[in-house]
């Protein structure tokens, strides 16, 4: 996990805990130390409904920029004298590249949202802080919360795409969508590294997908981004050449209109969505999407990463 705390050995608590708890009787198939962690997990969650304290008052900010250690079998705790504040953990804006990468490696997969949700944190589990999993007034963890945040955004510009089928079920990239994560993945290095956030205020992309279209000035182009996450010698883009032509003249647009800073958060985002519904209405592009996704050389993505 990224910027660790030295608020307490995790060593310590571990032996702790292991000292605390005695299970007879372990179920199978169960690390020792997840099994204790959840008894004490929840026979505290027990005493604070018998004592109607069921929020935790200490809030994690504070919690970490304090001091804890193991004397004995005691867990022994000390204020921080002064806290700062630490912020509220990796921003949205911050997980959209790699999202769109998930999506491309796992995109035959069938997961509800929850399920991409757990299994994108897990990938990126070692990028992330500790105050990226706190949880929220709702009860949801934060890192949960704004992944959910990052895909809306994502869809509210037409990189993932938006119908009946997928509404609030599933998460499905577009066709730049696919543009960006293929570009994502050539520069990833094969790690999910969450890439820094530039600086640009005015903008509630990230620069990778703003600067995405950059080296796409030919059709020969967005057919070699494509073909970079197919199958080799795939036949897809000879067979549907018309539509993909067309579609290119319209992601020039759309990319001149996500990058064009004079104009409101509000306006890209209907403009963009103008070029993305043009796009998605074409006539064969269903069509597309399905012998395209065929091709996709999902086993050497998996590899890679």
Same mark, same amino acid.
């Given at each position: 996990?990224?910027?660790?705390?030295?608020?307490?050995?995790?060593? !310590?608590?571990?032996?702790?805990?292991? !000292?605390?708890?005695?299970?007879?009787?372990?179920?199978?198939?169960?690390?020792?130390?997840? =099994?204790?962690? =959840?008894?004490?997990?929840?026979?505290?969650?027990?005493?604070?409904?018998?004592?109607?304290?069921?929020?935790?008052?200490?809030?994690?900010?504070? @919690?970490? /920029?304090?001091?804890?250690?193991?004397?004995?079998?005691?867990?022994?705790?000390?204020?921080?004298?002064?806290?700062?504040?630490?912020?509220?953990?990796?921003?949205?804006?911050?997980?959209?590249?790699?999202?769109?990468?998930?999506?491309?490696?796992?995109?035959?997969?069938?997961?509800?949202?929850? =399920?991409?949700?757990?299994?994108?944190?897990?990938?990126?589990?070692?990028?992330?802080? @500790?105050?990226?999993?706190?949880?929220?007034?709702? $009860?949801?963890?934060?890192?949960?919360?704004?992944?959910?945040?990052?895909?809306?955004?994502?869809?509210?510009?037409?990189?993932?795409? @938006?119908?009946?089928?997928?509404?609030?079920?599933?998460?499905?990239?577009?066709?730049?969508?696919?543009?960006?994560?293929?570009?994502?993945?050539?520069?990833?290095? $094969?790690?999910?590294?969450?890439?820094?956030?530039?600086?640009?205020?005015? @903008?509630?992309?990230?620069?990778?997908?703003?600067?995405?279209?950059?080296?796409? /000035?030919?059709?020969?182009?967005?057919?070699?981004?494509?073909?970079?996450?197919?199958?080799?010698?795939? /036949?897809?883009?000879?067979?549907?050449?018309?539509?993909?032509?067309?579609?290119?003249?319209?992601?020039?647009?759309?990319?001149?209109? +996500?990058?064009?800073?004079?104009?409101?958060?509000?306006?890209?985002?209907? +403009?963009?969505?103008?070029?993305?519904?043009?796009?998605?209405?074409?006539?064969?592009?269903?069509?597309?999407?399905?012998?395209?996704?065929?091709?996709?050389?999902?086993?050497?993505?998996?590899?890679?990463?």
């Amino acid at each position: 996990m990224r910027g660790k705390q030295a608020y307490i050995n995790l060593e !310590e608590l571990k032996q702790l805990i292991d !000292e605390w708890v005695l299970i007879e009787g372990d179920p199978p198939d169960r690390e020792n130390l997840q =099994d204790k962690l =959840d008894i004490l997990e929840r026979a505290l969650e027990s005493l604070r409904i018998e004592c109607r304290c069921i929020e935790n008052q200490l809030p994690l900010e504070i @919690f970490i /920029q304090g001091r804890a250690r193991k004397e004995q079998n005691t867990l022994s705790y000390c204020f921080p004298a002064r806290h700062d504040s630490l912020g509220s953990g990796t921003p949205p804006i911050q997980l959209q590249p790699m999202l769109l990468l998930f999506l491309l490696i796992y995109h035959r997969r069938p997961y509800q949202i929850y =399920d991409i949700i757990s299994k994108f944190i897990e990938k990126i589990w070692d990028q992330l802080t @500790f105050l990226d999993f706190k949880k929220t007034q709702t $009860g949801v963890v934060r890192c949960f919360t704004h992944t959910r945040f990052a895909a809306h955004t994502l869809r509210d510009y037409g990189l993932l795409k @938006f119908t009946t089928r997928e509404a609030y079920k599933t998460w499905v990239l577009s066709l730049p969508g696919f543009l960006v994560a293929s570009k994502v993945l050539e520069e990833c290095g $094969g790690m999910w590294g969450l890439p820094e956030v530039g600086k640009e205020e005015h @903008f509630d992309l990230h620069r990778k997908i703003l600067t995405a279209w950059t080296d796409l /000035q030919t059709y020969d182009a967005l057919v070699e981004r494509l073909a970079y996450i197919c199958e080799p010698n795939t /036949q897809v883009f000879r067979t549907f050449e018309d539509v993909l032509r067309r579609a290119y003249g319209l992601l020039g647009d759309y990319w001149r209109v +996500i990058q064009d800073g004079t104009k409101s958060i509000k306006e890209r985002k209907q +403009i963009s969505m103008e070029h993305i519904n043009q796009l998605e209405a074409m006539a064969e592009i269903e069509q597309f999407y399905s012998e395209f996704s065929k091709c996709v050389n999902v086993e050497r993505l998996l590899r890679d990463l």
